[in-house]
């Protein structure tokens, strides 16, 4: 592969995210086993591995498996409980589904020759639709017609609050959008550029030691983004549920 | 190698033809969206079956251990306080008693001194009055022998000296010389 981008810069950072049949064959069915069902079914095996093994014991005093696991609980249960109110508690194991999954499907997908499952819109939008479709059916479900109260600014001026309706309005509607995009751009744009970073160092010889440095610094940077990432979707996931649950409105 | 660059080139341009974005691919989406779903449903079921439970009821075991270590302490603590006033409390009483019983030794040992001193008073004027009456007796028997022995004497003298011993002029003689 080197060899070919010394002879002519070659760099396909966007291969990286081609989703291929494991076992071999061109056409990918639904049903399919591709890599996406691999590193997905890794995510599965790391949750289970934290939070399924490593509380096994139940021990008091926990073992370091362990209290990670507690305090991704607490983490996560505190976050519930501060966003969405008391009313969000019984949401928790859901948040906490989109959160361990989104973690681990961003931290997997740093290990290198991964795939990482959430650089796709199809799932981050499959996700962020989840989010937005729970939560509008739920605010229906709670609060009847009066969730839709929620673009009606009553704080506001009476002139204003049909225009300040109309904006709340395409707000909610750009949610889901802005909700997958952020994650699933995020995810894209790091591993891209690690890959023409690592591009560069297969064409420039010596010199190759700049961009490896580089992929180094961005890989601590894209650690980074794959938890922050990870905890803006569940808290903005949190957010939008407090308005289905009725909390405090705007 | 120039064959494999090219056919690099080759498949990368039929990729950007067929798709550009793998993740605009539309032809991969219900795969990724099934395996997805499915993804999401086993962590769903793992976490509410299993995880968060057993978490939730270790921190749930934690936290009330750790409450209930602390109302032991604390029980444990007032008991201490309760014990110190206790024996305070008995220490002061103790005192008190002590004081009681000093006091009242002090009086019953007033009292046996003072009857006491009243008895050895009482003997001491007994013996003093037996003892004037015996001195008064001493003394009357001793005037009455000078008596005896100042008539004797007086009469030896006179009949030495040639008189006459009248016993009555005698007796009065000396009665007068012991009188004066």
Known sequence: ?250 | MATTATEAVATGAEHAEKTGLPQLDFATFPNQIFWLAVTLVIIYLVLTRVALPRIGAVLAERSGTITNDLAAAEEFKQKAVQAERAYNDALTMARGEAAKIVASAKADIQKDLDKAIAKADADIAAKAVESEAKITEIKAGALDAITEVAKDTARELVIALGGKADAKSITAAVAARLKG
């Open chain 1, 1 to 250: 592969m080197a060899g070919e981008e010394t002879s002519k810069l070659n760099i396909h950072p966007m291969e990286q995210f081609i989703v291929k049949p494991l076992f071999g064959g061109d056409t990918i069915h639904w049903y399919t086993p591709t890599n996406v069902t691999l590193w997905m079914g890794i995510a599965v095996l790391v949750m289970i591995a934290l939070l399924v093994l490593g509380t096994s014991r139940r021990s008091i005093i926990p073992s370091r498996l362990q209290s990670v696991g507690e305090m991704l609980y607490g983490f996560i249960h505190n976050m519930v409980e501060e966003v969405t109110g008391h009313d969000g508690i019984k949401y928790f194991p859901y948040v906490m589904t989109l959160f361990m999954f989104v973690v681990l499907a961003n931290l997997l997908g740093l290990i290198p020759m991964a795939f990482a499952t959430t650089s796709h819109f199809a799932v981050t939008a499959t996700l962020a639709m989840l989010v937005f479709l729970s939560v509008t059916i739920l605010g229906f479900a709670k609060q009847g017609i009066g969730f839709l109260g929620m673009f009606w600014v009553s704080s506001a001026p009476l002139v204003l609050r049909p225009v300040l309706a109309l904006i709340e309005i395409i707000s909610y509607f750009v949610r889901p959008l802005s909700h997958s995009i952020r994650l699933g751009g995020n995810v894209m744009a790091g591993h891209a550029v690690i890959k023409v970073f690592a591009g560069f160092a297969g064409a420039l010889g010596v010199a190759s030691v700049v961009p490896i440095l580089s992929i180094a610094a961005i890989y601590g940077l894209e650690l980074l983004v794959a938890v922050v990432q990870a905890y803006v979707f569940t808290i903005l996931t949190c957010v939008y549920l407090r308005d289905a649950v009725g909390g405090a409105h705007h």
